[in-house]
Structures are given as C-alpha cells and as structure tokens.
C-alpha cells in the first residue's frame, strides 16, 4: 500500500522552516524537521530520516537554505534570507518561500509562477 500526504512534503518541510526556524541566525536540523514530520502524521509511516534527503538538497539547490555543517545523517541548516507565506492559486496551496528566491511554486506537481 502506498502512501499519498495530504499536503505535498515539500510544501510541509517549507511551512515547518517557517514556524519554527524563520530567522537567518538559526540553524536547525533536518533531524529537527524529521521529527515535526512525523509528529504531523502526514508522511509515510515508514519511512527513516534518510528518505527526507532529497528534499533537504532541494532547499539547498533552491537557494533557501544552506548546509552548514553535516555529521553522519545529520544535516545543519542556515537560511539565506527570510521565509514569507505565499498562495499558489494553480494548486491552491499556502507555499512558503525565502524572500530571495524565484517566485516559483515549490510543490513540485506544480511548478507555477506566483
């Protein structure tokens, strides 16, 4: 059985980035996102820190975030640039995005222009 999130996990990492490390100084985990994740309850039940990988690279391809510092599985982020609620109107999803980046929908089913 395979498992379908309510909301789109990239778009879920982003809203956590936002409410909880939404200041340049911080720097936070994807160990810390991992956990609110799961805490959540929307995301595959099964799966293990490493499958969140790829969309941590993402932020930091993205121009969002940055790796600071890596220990193992452990990757220590640090945003460029401030995070600010959006609304995509082509899927109606609240994106959030660094005042810095393209002003592109970051759910990646999507891909419209805000």
């Given at each position: 059985?395979?498992?379908?999130?309510?909301?789109?996990?990239?778009?879920q990492?982003?809203?956590?980035?936002?409410?909880?490390?939404?200041?340049?100084?911080?720097?936070?985990?994807?160990?810390?996102?991992?956990?609110?994740?799961?805490?959540?309850?929307?995301?595959?039940?099964?799966?293990?820190?490493?499958?969140i990988?790829?969309?941590?690279?993402?932020?930091?391809?993205?121009?969002?975030?940055?790796?600071?510092?890596?220990?193992?599985?452990t990757?220590?982020?640090?945003?460029?640039?401030?995070?600010?609620?959006?609304?995509?109107?082509?899927?109606?999803?609240?994106?959030?995005?660094?005042?810095?980046?393209?002003?592109?929908?970051?759910?990646?089913?999507c891909?419209?222009?805000?």
């Amino acid at each position: 059985m395979s498992f379908t999130p309510k909301i789109p996990v990239e778009l879920q990492i982003r809203k956590i980035i936002f409410e909880k490390f939404n200041e340049v100084d911080t720097i936070f985990t994807n160990d810390s996102i991992f956990e609110i994740l799961k805490e959540n309850g929307d995301i595959d039940p099964s799966w293990i820190i490493d499958d969140i990988e790829s969309f941590v690279n993402n932020l930091c391809d993205s121009g969002l975030a940055r790796n600071v510092a890596q220990n193992f599985t452990t990757i220590h982020l640090k945003l460029f640039d401030e995070v600010e609620k959006l609304h995509c109107n082509a899927c109606n999803q609240d994106v959030f995005l660094a005042k810095s980046e393209d002003r592109v929908c970051p759910n990646s089913s999507c891909k419209s222009t805000i």
